[in-house]
C-alpha cells in the first residue's frame, strides 16, 4: 500500500470548514485513499472513501486531485465533537487490514 | 444496535504471565481483525480472520501471541508470557465480509499494562 503523508496537527474554529489534506504520490491505479478518525480513548471510526471521483455522505466530502497524488478531507461545518486524530490510508484492492499512519490531529476551538 | 465490545477494558498483569483479550464482533459480521495501538502511534495490524480461520496472521509480532475464533463469531488474543513491551491498546474491529469496501467498525479497546 502506498505511503501517505500528513500534517501532525491542525487547527480549526469551530462552525468553520476543516480541510485536512494528505499527500500519496505513489498511489497506484488500484488503490483506494479510506479516512478513518479516532477521537480521544475511542477505536477508530470510518469516515469516507474513494477511488478517483469526488465523494461525499453525512459526515464529509473527499476531494481527489485529477492525478490522485493527493486528497483534501472536508468536514464542512466543525464542531467540537470533530476533534481527534484523522487518519488517511491508501488501501489496494487485495489488502484487507488497514495500515494507519500518525494521523493529523485536528483540533477545533471554540 | 450493539457495536463490537471487548472484554475487560482494562488489564493489569505482570511479566511473564498469560492474558486472554476478549472480542464481541457485530452480529452478521464474517470478517474480524484484530489491531494494537501503542502511545501516540496509529493502530498497527495484527491477525485477519474470515469465519473461523485466520486469513491473515502476518501481522502478530512473534508466537506468544495466538488467537482463535472457533464459532465464526467471538474471537479470543491470546498472549503467553507478557513482556513489559506488549502494553498498549488492543483494538478489535468487524465488518460485513472481508470486501475492500466494507467499512470496519472498531470496538473501544482493551488497555493492556503488563508490569
Known amino acids: 500500500d502506498a505511503k501517505t503523508t500528513q500534517p501532525t496537527s491542525m487547527d480549526c474554529a469551530e462552525g468553520r470548514a476543516a480541510n485536512l489534506p494528505c499527500n500519496h504520490s505513489t498511489i497506484s491505479g488500484n488503490e483506494y485513499v479510506y479516512w478513518y478518525r479516532q477521537i480521544h480513548s475511542q477505536g477508530p471510526q470510518y469516515i469516507i472513501h474513494?477511488?478517483?471521483n469526488n465523494e461525499t455522505n453525512e459526515m464529509a466530502s473527499l476531494i481527489i486531485t485529477e492525478d490522485r497524488k493527493s486528497s483534501t478531507l472536508i468536514l464542512p461545518h466543525a464542531t467540537l465533537r470533530d476533534t481527534a486524530v484523522y487518519y488517511c490510508i491508501a488501501l489496494s484492492g487485495s489488502a484487507r487490514q488497514l495500515t494507519f499512519g500518525s494521523g493529523t490531529q485536528l483540533t477545533v476551538l471554540p | 444496535g450493539a457495536g463490537v465490545s471487548q472484554t475487560p477494558s482494562n488489564k493489569v498483569t505482570e511479566k511473564g504471565k498469560y492474558v486472554e483479550l476478549r472480542c464481541d464482533p457485530i452480529?452478521?459480521?464474517?470478517?474480524l481483525y484484530w489491531y494494537r495501538q501503542s502511545l501516540g502511534q496509529g493502530p498497527e495490524f495484527l491477525i485477519y480472520?474470515?469465519?473461523?480461520?485466520?486469513?491473515?496472521d502476518s501481522g502478530l509480532p512473534n508466537d506468544r501471541f495466538f488467537a482463535v475464533r472457533p464459532e465464526g463469531s467471538v474471537s479470543t488474543l491470546k498472549i503467553q508470557r507478557t513482556e513489559r513491551g506488549d502494553s498498549a491498546v488492543y483494538l478489535c474491529?468487524?465488518?460485513?465480509?472481508?470486501?475492500?469496501?466494507?467499512?470496519?467498525?472498531f470496538g473501544p479497546g482493551t488497555r493492556l499494562t503488563v508490569l
Open positions: 474491529a468487524s465488518s460485513l465480509s472481508g470486501a475492500l469496501y466494507n467499512e470496519q467498525f
Open positions: 474513494g477511488l478517483k
Open positions: 480472520f474470515q469465519g473461523t480461520g485466520a486469513a491473515d
Open positions: 452480529s452478521g459480521h464474517t470478517a
